[in-house]
T-cell receptor, first 113, second 116 residues
């Protein structure tokens, strides 16, 4: 069955430090994986997408995500966090035998100055 | 290229009234999706439509909720006889012609419904 899990409700990081937001997925077949960001009182903004090819996907605002097939993970990363990165982040999966994209429960990222 | 448009941005209704939420997809997009988000919660899929067709309505409540995407004009999410539990942010997304399981979805700013 298709599923997406974001195991952390909240991630706290100091500005300038690297950040990781975790995501694991379950899709029969080849997955399509997405990351979105939501700022307060706004819609979701597309960050990046994995289809096939390189396991490291680069996206907007300096974010990247690493696809790991053996661990069925697609963690979002950034080498140096900014206070302005504080927002709600959603992982999503589709592809394979899925009929639609489904979203994880979201992880709130808080970057302290 | 204008993004996904939703209106109204804020809607206040009294219990028992009807709420109509509109969504205009990005130019050239023929797939529309509706989601509901409660405060401090994730997105819940409601319905996936193409022009004049409902593709997947597995997330729609069985009663009071309906959606359409006519040949001309915006997609409409309609909630009849609203109750306080319908208070939420409703987001629309659109994607280009393709499959609903692989296309990147682009989101509108949302409509925040408050039921008094």
């Amino acid at each position: 069955a298709q599923s997406v899990a974001q195991p952390e409700d909240q991630v706290n990081v100091a500005e300038g430090n690297p950040l990781t937001v975790k995501c694991t997925y379950s899709v029969s077949g080849n997955p399509y994986l997405f990351w979105y960001v939501q700022y307060p009182n706004r819609g979701l903004q597309f960050l990046l997408k994995y289809i096939t090819g390189d396991n490291l996907v680069k996206g907007s605002y300096g974010f990247e995500a690493e696809f790991n097939k053996s661990q069925t993970s697609f963690h979002l990363k950034k080498p140096s966090a900014l206070v302005s990165d504080s927002a709600l982040y959603f992982c999503a999966s589709g592809g394979g035998s899925a009929s639609k994209i489904i979203f994880g429960s979201g992880t709130r990222l808080s970057i302290r100055p | 290229n204008a993004g996904v448009m939703q209106n109204p941005r804020h809607l206040v209704r009294r219990r028992g009234q009807e709420a109509r939420l509109r969504c205009s997809p990005m130019k050239g997009h023929s797939h529309v999706y509706w989601y509901r988000q409660l405060p401090e919660e994730g997105l819940k899929f409601m319905v996936y439509l193409q022009k004049e067709n409902i593709i997947d309505e597995s997330g729609m409540p069985k009663e009071r909720f309906s959606a359409e995407f006519p040949k001309e004009g915006p997609s409409i999410l309609r909630i009849q006889q609203v109750v306080r539990g319908d208070s939420a942010a409703y987001f629309c997304a659109s994607s280009p012609k393709g499959t609903g399981a692989t296309d990147t979805q682009y989101f509108g700013p949302g409509t925040r419904l408050t039921v008094l």
